[in-house]
């Protein structure tokens, strides 16, 4: 089966590399957690494969799609959701995906039962009619990921997609992206919510510098570090250099 | 300064006032450099000869002069007013740090006070600013007691300050949070405009000879004058005590309002706070979810602006000012008053292209979610021509009909102010493509305008098509020479797309 995503010899520079000579590939229908410190360079890696930053050198195919070459029909395969939601404040949630619908091309009658089934799914379908300037961050980042999702995308790309929401939302989203890998969607995830990583995740990928330190299952990174009861906090911890004990 | 003090508070203001003066200077020094030198410009060739010619003019307390006096005094109050309006609105509106002063041990009345103080100061130097070139020199050159009508524009000022606040807050009572701004920036137009409509009223109604001002001059003497109407031409000729019996008395009334709404403020502002969440009831209109990228982005476009009160109130700014004139046009055209039709043609199109600039500027560079278009599989060229068509069609809608009657009363004419006022939307809209300004559509609110640039290019653009439109509606084929030099203009400031996405990168950094 071809991979969801390939990057190769992917690099980036701003003032310094923010991405430098990135490898990674994500399987067809996993759900891939990508995970660093502040500034490792995941959100910039995200961007060059969502086709809103152009990297300097390297290769992104989503799919088999060449992205570089042909950014069009590697954008129809996939969905962004950024941590800040993208909506319009004076729109309902059911404009929005009106329109999210009509950038992607999606028939009619499918968006308009996808909208319904995704705006009751995450709890918003009573609010469908009011503008979303009134919403919570909660209600926001819901009808951004419901904009994500509307035209059914094969791979979803979220960048810290459970920042701000409350247990109950955070939740409806959890289930939600497990339904999508179990419908076969490919879900690329980036969360400082190291449990998150741990409890959903099929593969973990962990980067700083922009590049790739390790990546695997999490019985894999343990056995890399040789403790099998290990948790995730320990083993990011130790491969960032991040673990310095606290002052008592 | 004792913290926490009303001039402790107000320093503040005007610190952060400054600061903002300062940020926006650091952003485009160019326009500061530029308004500098059209005061310098309009002192030395308008306000030096006035004084000049004011020397030989002694001005006396008369019926006439008091009559002329009163009347300008009202003007630049109702525009002072249509400021304050809205600025009120945004008062309650505006959070910023109003959560943070209300949660202090400040008294909301003091933070009012400042507030409101701080409106009518910069009402007060906007207004210097634009009479200022005008009044210095006279009173240098001819009348140094003159010098005190400066002392009157405070005066207008916090007169107008309170009366704004009270207006507002009535609204607020009366119709509600949400609507309150809508409407005061709506009112803040009509007050605005009202000034200029009653002056055409005359042409409206068919008087074609005189003016307003001719009239009232004329019936001047007749008008029973009380005692008070005179104090406004005193104190504008220096009479201290005509100043300071204004002055205590615009004084006054803005501490009567303070001491009255004060302690209104404070709950208004709370309940203004939770109105953007709750006020806008759900209304759940069918969706149409057809149509594709263009139907959908045109369809997003005429939502957004047919909900932005600010931007709906500076439009129907424009819109005031073109009806009447599209109405003269029309008699003229119905009367074969072929002599004034070319003039009416050209100036429909000049306006016509300003409308569509205000319209385009908004729906090309306003995007809250540019990642989201950007990540699209569309061309970015279809959600161009899609902003474009959604910023054409109020302006179609509206010219439509004055058009199509204008065509059936003078069918050259209306042919060419038609193909005008299409030329001249299309190179506003093109303009404003290649010199976008992307940003959140809440900080246009701020911004406004677009750059310097760009509005003197659609100035200059607009003024030589409408030009050429005049000329070929008097039939006259010179009309090709400012039509060249329209395309001329547009061929040396257009930028490609390679030049566009340059120019949004270098913005970005």
């Not at chain 2, 069918?286 to 045109?298: R, W």
């Not at chain 2, 607009?462 to 400012?482: E, S």
Request: charged share 15%; proline share 5%; glycine share 8%.
């Amino acid at each position: 089966m071809t991979d969801a995503l390939v990057i190769k010899g992917l690099n980036k520079t701003f003032r310094a590399p923010a991405v430098d000579d990135l490898n990674l590939t994500v399987r067809s229908g996993e759900l891939y957690a990508l995970l660093g410190p502040n500034g490792a360079g995941k959100t910039t890696t995200l961007r060059m494969v969502a086709g809103l930053l152009k990297p300097d050198s390297g290769v992104i195919e989503i799919f088999g799609v060449d992205a570089l070459a042909d950014p069009t029909a590697a954008k129809r395969l996939l969905a962004w959701a950024p941590d800040e939601p993208m909506l319009y404040d004076r729109l309902t949630p059911l404009e929005y995906l009106e329109f999210v619908a009509g950038l992607w091309g999606v028939e009619a009658q499918t968006a308009r039962d996808r909208s319904e089934e995704l705006l009751r799914m995450l709890g918003l379908w009573e609010e469908r009619g009011r503008r979303c300037e009134g919403f919570s961050r909660g209600m926001k980042q819901k009808t951004a990921l419901a904009g994500a999702l509307i035209h059914d995308p094969k791979l979803l790309i979220l960048d810290e997609p459970l920042t701000g929401l409350d247990a109950g939302a955070a939740r409806q989203v959890k289930d939600l992206l497990s339904a999508r890998t179990r419908a076969g969607a490919t879900v690329i995830l980036t969360t400082h919510i190291l449990e998150v990583a741990e409890r959903m995740a099929d593969r973990i990928g962990i980067i700083q510098h922009g590049r790739l330190l390790t990546e695997g299952r999490l019985e894999d990174l343990r056995a890399q570090a040789g403790d099998g009861a290990a948790t995730l906090e320990d083993l990011f911890l130790d491969l960032t250099g991040q673990d310095q004990a606290t002052p008592a | 300064m004792r913290p926490g003090s009303t001039l402790w508070l107000l320093a503040h203001e005007m610190r952060l006032g400054w600061r903002g003066v300062l940020a926006r200077r650091g952003e485009n020094r160019r326009s500061g450099w530029v308004a500098l030198i059209s005061v310098a410009l309009v002192t030395l060739l308008a306000g030096v000869p006035l004084g000049l010619m004011m020397r030989r003019i002694e001005i006396t307390v008369t019926p006439t002069g008091i009559v002329l006096a009163d009347v300008v005094l009202a003007v630049i109050f109702s525009l002072m007013l249509s400021q304050t309006v809205a600025a009120a609105a945004d008062v309650l509106y505006d959070r910023g740090d109003l959560d943070l002063l209300f949660s202090s041990p400040i008294s909301p009345r003091k933070v009012l006070t400042v507030r409101f103080a701080a409106i009518a100061l910069n009402l007060f130097l906007v207004f210097s600013a634009f009479l200022g070139p005008f009044l210095v020199p006279i009173a240098l050159i001819a009348h140094p007691p003159w010098l005190a009508a400066f002392g009157v524009l405070a005066v207008i000022a916090v007169a107008a300050t309170a009366c704004g606040l009270v207006l507002a807050m009535a609204m607020f009572a009366a119709i509600g949070p949400r609507r309150t701004r809508t409407i005061a920036q709506v009112l803040s137009a009509l007050i605005g405009a009202g000034f200029f409509l009653v002056t055409q009223a005359r042409t409206l109604f068919g008087h074609a000879a005189g003016s307003v001002w001719s009239d009232l001059m004329a019936a001047a003497p007749a008008i029973p004058l009380p005692p008070a109407a005179a104090l406004p031409l005193k104190a504008l000729m220096g009479d201290p005590g005509a100043l300071a019996i204004l002055l205590a008395a615009a004084v006054a009334m803005f501490a009567c309002v303070n001491v009255w709404l004060g302690g209104r403020f404070a709950a208004d502002s709370a309940a203004a706070g939770g109105a953007e969440a709750s006020a806008v009831k759900a209304r759940t209109r069918p969706v149409a979810f057809t149509g594709g990228a263009f139907a959908a982005t045109v369809r997003k476009e005429l939502r957004l602006m047919a909900r932005d009160a600010a931007l709906m109130s500076q439009v129907m700014l424009r819109v005031l000012y073109l009806l009447p004139l599209a109405f003269v046009l029309l008699r003229n055209a119905g009367a074969r008053e072929t002599l004034a039709l070319p003039g009416g043609a050209a100036a429909l199109t000049f306006v016509a292209g300003q409308v569509a600039a205000s319209l385009s500027w908004i729906t090309v560079s306003a995007e809250d979610a540019p990642d989201l278009i950007a990540c699209a599989p569309t061309p970015v060229s279809t959600f161009r021509q899609a902003k474009l068509a959604a910023a054409f069609m109020p302006v179609a809608i509206l010219l439509t009909p004055i058009l199509a009657v204008l065509t059936m009363l003078s069918p050259g004419v209306g042919l060419a102010a038609t193909a005008g006022c299409v030329a001249t939307a299309l190179a506003n809209g093109l303009i404003n493509i290649w010199y976008q300004r992307p940003a959140k559509r809440a900080e246009f609110r701020r911004r406004r305008g677009s750059s310097w640039f760009s509005t003197l290019a659609e100035l200059l653009v607009g003024a030589a098509i409408a030009t050429a439109t005049g000329l070929a509606a008097a039939g006259q084929p010179w009309a090709v020479i400012p039509a060249l030099v329209a395309g001329v203009l547009l061929l040396a400031i257009r930028r490609t797309d390679a030049q566009i996405a340059q120019a949004l990168r270098a913005a970005a950094r």
